[in-house]
């Protein structure tokens, strides 16, 4: 046991398990999103257009389940729904993993005998040991 628990917290296991639980939920989160609350507006502009009920019928069978159709208005609620996904993590990520401020580069000169730069300090080169 002491083993698998140096493997879940080396590996970043745990993390990736709890990003994976998190991710599902925040799929369903996304979908009821869409669905709910973006797709009715969508289809009420469009004239009260069900993105879901949208399909090409290949053969009728009576019966909404054994029925062979093309449901292309599932596709446009899927595609919808990876865009609004795709926007949310691209939001989230933009805001919570920002780069550090940059540090400013310590001012150099170069030296004269070698042509290699180093630090204003410096006294001696560190590539060719010439007194600067």
Not at 76 to 95: D, G, K, P, Q, R
């Amino acid at each position: 046991m002491t083993g698998f628990k140096a493997f879940l917290l080396k590996t970043n296991a745990l993390a990736l398990s709890v990003a994976v639980i998190i991710g599902f939920a925040m799929g369903n989160v996304v979908n009821s999103l869409v669905n709910d609350l973006i797709m009715p507006p969508i289809g009420m502009a469009l004239g009260s257009v069900d993105f879901s009920q949208m399909k090409i019928v290949l053969k009728a069978t009576g019966d909404p389940k054994t029925e062979v159709a093309i449901r292309y208005g599932n596709f446009i609620n899927v595609v919808i729904a990876f865009i609004v996904v795709a926007l949310v993590v691209y939001v989230l990520t933009s805001l919570l993993l920002r780069e550090a401020p940059k540090e400013p580069e310590p001012p150099t000169k170069t030296c004269q005998f070698c042509k290699e730069t180093v630090p204003a300090e410096a006294t001696k080169c560190r590539a060719c040991t010439s007194a600067i």
